[in-house]
């Protein structure tokens, strides 16, 4: 089951890191996004997903 967990979680810290390299946001801001992501992983990723930069191509 932990090894499930921790594919399941590199899986979607790889999508998180992609989707903040597309995204809008500054150089500066990726960088420390993509830290927190990957320093922080379970509150990293809430964090990002409800206030981290959106894509670039998305559309409201």
């Known amino acids: 089951m932990g ?3 921790a ?3 590199f899986v979607v810290a790889v999508w998180a890191v992609l989707n903040i390299i597309g995204s809008g946001a500054t150089p500066l801001a990726k960088v ?3 830290l927190f992501v990957l ?3 379970i509150v990293g990723l809430i964090a990002w997903f409800l ?3 959106k894509s670039s191509t ?3």
Do not use: K, S
């Open 3 to 5: 090894t499930l967990l």
């Open 7 to 9: 594919i399941l979680h």
């Open 32 to 34: 420390l996004w993509t």
């Open 39 to 41: 320093v922080f992983p």
């Open 51 to 53: 206030a981290g930069p």
């Open 58 to 60: 998305q559309t409201a």
